[in-house]
């Protein structure tokens, strides 16, 4: 089957879907009584998850194999911390809707942008239940943060961190173990800055400049976020 170009009419359709869907998302749960936007957005998490469960069953009936499926890449990751953001409380809550929002809503933006589903049709299944679920990721937490869900703030910067070294220890081992490579752990993806890093880092150098580009990365977002925050919020910075 044909795949579709990157920034095809159908692709640009889709991109300017999402600041759209998430506007009035926005304002919909805005909105709403603390229960009933509690309730939507954990109803958007749980739903994110059955489509992931669904993709991964369709694919693994069209002869895949399992593993090549399973929800370990950094946009799937986000799965259960939105849910655990979602369902949780407190400092739990705190945690993982700012690891949602300044970690895995970036990502998942820039995997709308720059697709690697995009061997498929744009409207076969794949990639329409693929441009659905992130762009889900990227707006479950902004809704999380129109809902107080989180603070953020640069005295958090080091969550990111803690979540993705935390994630990635397990998902190494289990990579060597099946000899797969999520969360691109043992070799960079092909054509993407990952690829870049290695060329004068080498591997598994590449995952330090990892590390060093995530920080820059934070930092822009980190002060995106305080210059559109209200004013009142600004103190916790």
Known sequence: MDGFDLFCPGHLVIIAALPAAA?????????????????FIRTLSVLVLLCETLQDILLTLEGGNILNYLPLHLCNLGIFVN??????????????????LTLIAPGALFAVITPDWNYR?????????????????????????????????FRHFHY????????????????KAINRNY???????????????????????????????????????????WLIRP???RDTI
């Open 23 to 39: 506007i009035c998302l926005g304002i919909i749960c805005k909105r709403m009584s603390e229960t009933a936007s509690c309730v």
């Open 83 to 100: 849910m655990a953001a979602s369902f949780g409380c407190g400092k739990v809550r705190a945690f993982f809707s700012e690891v949602s």
């Open 121 to 153: 049709p744009l409207l076969s299944w794949l990639p329409l239940m693929c441009f659905f679920t992130h762009i889900l990721f990227v707006i479950i937490p902004v809704l999380m943060l129109i809902r107080g869900y989180c603070r953020p703030s």
């Open 160 to 175: 990111a961190f803690i979540f993705l070294i935390a994630a990635a220890v397990p998902i190494y081992i289990l990579d």
């Open 183 to 225: 969360m691109y752990l043992l070799w960079p993806a092909s054509d993407s800055p990952l690829e870049w890093l290695e060329s004068f880092m080498g591997n598994p150098g590449y995952l330090l400049g990892v590390l060093i580009m995530l920080a820059v990365i934070l930092a822009v977002i980190y002060t995106l976020l």
């Open 231 to 233: 004013g009142q919020n």
